[in-house]
Nanobody, 120 residues
Framework: QVRFVESGGGLAQAGGSLRLSCAAS????????MGWFRQTPGKQRSLVAT???????NYADSVKGRFTISRNNAKNTIDLQMNSLKPEDTAVYYC??????????????WGQGTQVTVSS
């Protein structure tokens, strides 16, 4: 069962923008907090941003002021608008349901992710 399908990644220049989208097949999507994560080779997946069931966003310090997370409960999707991209944003980006308090991912079956590459 495919729960998450991420899309929208690609190649961007430093200072540029990309918009990622995640389609989620989860029960009671609107009642769940959702999050974006990213991973680079040899490193653990790290939390980028979360959005509560009520639409309150939270961001990692590294992306605060540059990234914006949003959700569409009618379509069971979350988006990540990434502006002022930096080479260190290069990673594979994933989405998942998250715990409201900690931002920890709750489902073990991740999607395929979407690759973001930022050139300097």
């Amino acid at each position: 069962q495919v729960r998450f399908v991420e899309s929208g990644g690609g190649l961007a220049q430093a200072g540029g923008s990309l918009r990622l989208s995640c389609a989620a097949s989860v029960r009671s999507f609107s009642a769940n907090a959702m999050g974006w994560f990213r991973q680079t080779p040899g490193k653990q997946r790290s939390l980028v941003a979360t959005i509560s069931s009520g639409g309150t966003p939270n961001y990692a310090d590294s992306v605060k002021g540059r990234f914006t997370i949003s959700r569409n409960n009618a379509k069971n999707t979350i988006d990540l608008q990434m502006n002022s991209l930096k080479p260190e944003d290069t990673a594979v980006y994933y989405c998942n349901v998250v715990a409201s308090d900690s931002g920890s991912p709750l489902l073990s079956d991740w999607g395929q992710g979407t690759q973001v590459t930022v050139s300097s």
